[in-house]
């Protein structure tokens, strides 16, 4: 298990940007791939985006394909989360979450087996 921590969320006005960190400790960072999911109040926790370990690949849902993008230094064991042109309707807690087993995993809404962050409250205000 790796020890993973979110952070840069705040509040935004509609349209504009954020850039969320998710720093990730305790193993080998390159052995795990990461994702980023949301959860809205009274909604389900959701996929937003996922990373593959070497940052080759990246996945979308898509409803941030083409405004959010995902990507990974993996010399600073942090994961970020470029998120543009926000809509309130991206209004959510942030989570990442590591998995050392599949993208897949990751894509299919995450593993409550998986290491995951306290999470960081973005808010897009109309």
């Known amino acids: 298990q790796v020890q993973l921590e979110e952070s840069g969320g705040g509040l935004v006005q509609a349209g504009g940007s954020l850039r969320l960190s998710c720093v990730v400790s305790?193993?080998?960072?390159?052995?795990?791939?990461v994702g980023w999911f949301r959860q809205a109040p009274g909604k389900d926790r959701e996929y937003v985006a996922a990373?593959?370990?070497?940052?080759?690949?990246?996945y979308y849902t898509d409803s941030v394909k083409g405004r959010f993008t995902m990507s990974r230094d993996n010399a600073k064991n942090t994961v970020y989360l470029q998120m543009n042109s926000l809509k309130p309707e991206d209004t959510a807690v942030y989570y990442c979450?590591?998995?050392?087993?599949?993208?897949?995993?990751?894509?299919?809404?995450?593993?409550?087996?998986?290491?995951w962050g306290q999470g960081t409250q973005v808010t897009v205000s109309s």
């Open positions: 305790g193993r080998t960072f390159s052995d795990y791939a």
């Open positions: 979450s590591a998995t050392a087993f599949s993208l897949a995993r990751l894509i299919n809404g995450g593993s409550p087996d998986d290491s």
């Open positions: 990373i593959d370990w070497n940052g080759s690949n990246t």
